[in-house]
């Protein structure tokens, strides 16, 4: 009888300790991040910032971020974690910067539309966390759409950047178009404006008649679909004027 | 106390009398009663309803949206395409664009689609499982349910499963049909289309029957060892294949080959050996290469490490270590001679010129390709094992080879791989259980799923396989059993064959090979299904003697061709004959002869009026537009009726065209067209032309 006891007692034990370690060996594996060897002061961008891509999609240049120390000199060996919003996928999300003091990631974007912040971080010699914000953006469908009609038929004009494929119109324009970035001045012309000048040209809106009309070119939803693309890349942000919803 | 006893006592406490057995088992069944209510009280949907009403009951149209919002279990069902998706249950917001600044699931708004949920459903391009109401089972797969939710950048596969022409917005799904015809995919796997047409390759795998007089056996050995060593951009993949393997595959191949009638010039050899080592003489010869616009179709490394040039035929940068002179030479003389279906054109070089060209391409070696390379006179044995490895890896379905036949499904058929059951597949050790990782995991390292699978290994990068991936996916059971009324069915692709001794110009000049007539050819230059309409003769004879570019900013040009005055005249006439538009009647506008004030008022239109100076030149010295073609001399070499057409509607005549559409009155297009026409060069340029 008491043999019986002790064996329950004993097959309790087993099978709670078993429980207990099963449960906690997740969290104990996700908190393995290398061990740096060197720390810096300063974390700064390299490369990879402002990239657009399709949702869900991977960015087409990694992202790179330095590590610098007080003087301003590569770090090699510092420890860096990205962390981004839900869905966003870093590959890998922490690492050692190499011997040119970075560290580079891939990074796919997640499902929703938008901009993505990435945040990477380093720690100094005194235990201090030092921050960079990275901004990516994601385009859905609408925006995509508006990004092959922009490539086919405004970029020419509207990017400065010349590419081997195509040389860019830009400089050759008496009156300088605006690159789809600057929100500055785009944001301040609301979505029937932009359309107005999409349809009809610039004097529709007494702005430049070298930008020509294309609205017996693009169908209702293309312009939309541009308008969209155009909100979406603009720096800073275009928030949409509307309805504003009280917050509670 | 003994366990016996214990057990009766339990007894008695719940059935001791008639009484307590009554109160007892009525307990019992009000609880069971209970299990219905608590379990839909419970439900994950039931919950998420809840959880939107708690939502919007916070906004200022929370009025709207209640009367928007249907409460319990909603179902979108369409039987002809086989869907009863009740995604909507929980995802109760999806068509409120009011709440598009909600970004927790199952509360956010559909983003923008060209399609209605109502009209296709969710499962159709979200998969899952469209009829489950709870969490997990509609959007992972359990044993039973098998399909789980696809990850965004798949996505655009589902567009794929109706849509078999390339859209714009689905640049993903775009690039990998083009890759599945460009790596040679579709030549080992079968793929059908829903319509039943079958996906052919775009890549044009080289025949091997003369291969012995093209290259050596060193060449081909380094070459199957590693064909990324040779040229980065080599479209062919690497086979893995051992030393001894290789060897035997290069002793094949170099003994089976039969020899090809190749035109032998001694003086162009001895042109060419002049050129190869002489600094000189090689500058002058780059300087052919350039006006030959070699590079449109062909790169080199640059001292950077970069290519330079165009990706239609192959990379140049090593081919000194591959051709032997005598085959390098009969090729830039005629490359039909040697592969009659060939894309390169028939240039008429003269032996000199074919000589240069040669000794220039022949100085481009690199040591290190066959340094290690040391073979041996192959024996019997090896070429009989030769023979059997190329049956086993099929490279016979890719390349002709003499004494092989073509092998008829030779890797197993992809037409319906996007719905493959996944408890059919043999995973690799660490790729997740689902068919999308599956297919990735398969593209990127074949060979990881068992060392003797004959698939080889290509140098994808990530975006490029979740490229294939989508495209693949999107071959599955729903593409083929989808109704024919809600589908775009693929281009038809044109066998359009030009007739005659022209026809057979066309096709030596390789014209479609960058040309797009009645819908066959490249997208690389324009296209010429109209151009009798379009231009005039004298123009067009004038150009095919000097092709002079009409884009300033254009870097991939028409070469010329050395065409002799017959060659021209058989083009020309049947050009201006053949492809003319039935839109426009060429002869009903004069070319000369305009009112000065009409094309005065043409004038003001265009610079003032429609900003043609934007894209146009037409003064060289004040106008810079760079887009469209310049027209310093396009009275001569337009027709009236065809200008005049253009500016009504410039997507009717070439669809596609980035010139926009300006509703253009009748007064002004002819008041423009009588301006443009009267655009015809300086005199000094017409008469260096005569």
């Known amino acids: 009888m008491r043999r019986t006891a002790c064996m329950v007692i004993v097959l309790v034990t087993v099978l709670v300790t078993g429980l207990l370690v099963g449960c906690s060996r997740p969290s104990a594996t996700s908190a393995a991040l290398p061990k740096p060897t060197a720390y810096g002061a300063a974390i700064v961008e390299s490369s990879g910032g402002k990239q657009t891509a399709e949702v869900g999609t991977l960015l087409t240049q990694p992202v790179v971020v330095q590590v610098n120390d007080q003087q301003g000199n590569a770090v090699t060996g510092a420890l860096v974690v990205i962390r981004g919003p839900n869905g966003t996928y870093l590959d890998p999300a922490a690492g050692l910067t190499d011997s040119s003091g970075q560290f580079t990631t891939n990074v796919s974007l997640g499902t929703i539309t938008g901009r993505y912040q990435l945040v990477a971080s380093t720690t100094t010699k005194t235990g201090k966390s030092v921050e960079l914000k990275i901004e990516e953006i994601g385009l859905g469908y609408q925006e995509m759409l508006g990004s092959a009609l922009n490539d086919q038929y405004c970029a020419r004009c509207h990017n400065q950047e010349s590419t081997p494929q195509r040389v860019s119109n830009y400089d050759n324009l008496e009156v300088k178009p605006h690159p789809f970035t600057e929100g500055d001045t785009l944001n301040k012309l609301s979505d029937a404006d932009l359309t107005a000048i999409i349809s009809h040209g610039g004097p529709a809106l007494n702005k430049s008649p070298l930008m020509a009309p294309y609205g017996y070119t693009l169908s209702k939803s293309e312009i939309q679909a541009l308008i969209a693309y155009i909100r979406m890349v603009s720096d800073p942000p275009y928030g949409a004027p509307g309805i504003v919803y009280a917050q509670k | 106390m003994r366990l016996p006893d214990r057990l009766e006592k339990l007894r008695q406490l719940f059935f001791g009398d008639i009484v307590r057995t009554f109160g007892w088992t009525s307990l019992l069944l009000l609880l069971l009663l209970a299990v219905a209510p608590a379990k839909h009280f419970f439900a994950d949907w039931h919950r998420y309803q809840r959880g939107y009403e708690r939502l919007i009951s916070k906004r200022s149209d929370a009025v709207t949206l209640r009367r928007h919002f249907e409460p319990g279990i909603q179902q979108i069902w369409l039987p002809e395409m086989g869907v009863v998706d009740r995604c909507t249950t929980c995802h109760s917001a999806l068509k409120e664009t009011t709440l598009k600044d909600v970004t927790t699931q199952p509360y956010r708004p559909h983003p923008v689609i060209p399609h209605k949920p109502e009209e296709m459903g969710c499962s159709i391009c979200h998969r899952g499982q469209g009829a489950a109401t709870s969490v997990e089972e509609a959007h992972k797969s359990t044993l039973a349910w098998e399909e789980p939710l696809l990850p965004a950048k798949y996505l655009e596969s589902s567009c794929g499963q109706c849509h078999q022409q390339d859209l714009k917005g689905t640049p993903q799904l775009n690039l990998g049909r083009q890759m599945l015809s460009q790596y040679g995919c579709v030549h080992c796997h079968t793929i059908k289309r829903p319509d039943g047409s079958v996906i052919t390759g775009t890549d044009d795998p080289p025949s091997l029957a003369h291969i012995a007089d093209k290259t050596t056996r060193e060449w081909i050995y380094a070459w199957l060892k590693d064909p990324q060593a040779y040229s980065t951009t080599a479209t062919m993949p690497n086979f893995r294949l051992s030393d001894d393997d290789a060897r035997d595959i290069s002793a094949f191949l170099t003994s089976s080959s039969t020899p090809a009638s190749l035109k032998v010039v001694q003086a162009s050899l001895d042109e060419a050996k002049k050129v190869k080592d002489n600094a000189a003489l090689q500058t002058k010869a780059a300087s052919l290469y350039g006006e030959s616009f070699c590079a449109s179709c062909h790169a080199v490394q640059n001292a950077a490490g970069n290519l330079v040039g165009g990706n239609v035929g192959p990379e140049l940068t090593k081919i000194g270590s591959k051709a032997k002179p005598e085959w390098l030479q009969a090729w830039v003389r005629n490359p039909h001679d040697y592969d009659p279906p060939t894309g390169m054109p028939h240039y008429r070089f003269t032996d000199q010129e074919v000589g240069e060209l040669t000794g220039f391409l022949l100085a481009k070696t690199d040591a290190d390709l066959l340094a290690n390379v040391h073979l041996e006179a192959p024996t019997p044995d090896q070429i009989a094992h030769g023979k059997r490895l190329v049956n086993d890896y099929g490279c016979a379905s890719c390349h002709e080879i003499n004494g092989i036949k073509r092998p008829e499904n030779f890797a197993p058929e992809l037409t319906k791989i996007g719905s493959k059951p996944v408890n059919q597949l043999a995973f690799a050790p660490g790729v997740p259980h689902t068919l999308y990782d599956y297919i990735g995991a398969k593209v990127k390292q074949p060979r990881a799923f068992g060392p003797s699978l004959k698939m080889p290994q290509y140098t994808f990068n990530a975006a490029q396989i979740d490229a294939l991936v989508n495209a693949l996916l999107s071959h599955d059971e729903r593409a083929l059993t989808m109704p024919a009324a809600k589908t775009v069915p693929a281009l038809p ?39 009798g309409s379009s231009v005039q003769r004298e123009w067009l004879v004038q150009f095919f003697r000097n092709p002079n570019t009409l884009r300033p900013a254009l870097i991939r040009r028409m070469p010329k061709f050395n065409l002799t005055d017959a060659e021209i005249n058989t083009l020309t006439d049947y050009i201006m004959t053949v492809y003319q538009s039935p839109k426009i009647d060429r002869d009903s506008m004069p070319l000369a002869g305009y009112a000065p004030g009409q094309v005065e008022l043409g004038k003001q239109l265009y610079y003032s009026k429609y900003g043609c100076q934007a894209c146009h030149i037409i003064d060289t010295k004040q106008d810079k537009g760079y887009i469209g073609p310049t027209l310093t001399h396009v009275g001569s070499r337009l027709t009236a009726a065809w200008i005049y057409g253009w500016m009504k ?21 002819r008041a423009l067209t009588a301006f443009l026409m009267s655009q015809k060069g300086s005199e000094k340029q017409e008469a260096k032309k005569r």
């Not at chain 2, 819908?519 to 010429?528: C, E, F, I, Q, T």
């Open chain 2, 493 to 531: 692709v044109s066998h359009y064959e030009p007739a005659g001794k022209a026809g057979q110009l066309i096709n030596d000049l390789n014209c479609f090979e960058c040309h797009t007539i009645n819908g066959r050819g490249g997208d690389m230059a324009p296209d010429l299904t109209w151009e």
């Open chain 2, 649 to 669: 509607d410039p997507s009717m005549l070439r669809p596609g065209t980035q010139e926009p559409k300006r509703n253009m009155s009748d007064e002004d297009a």
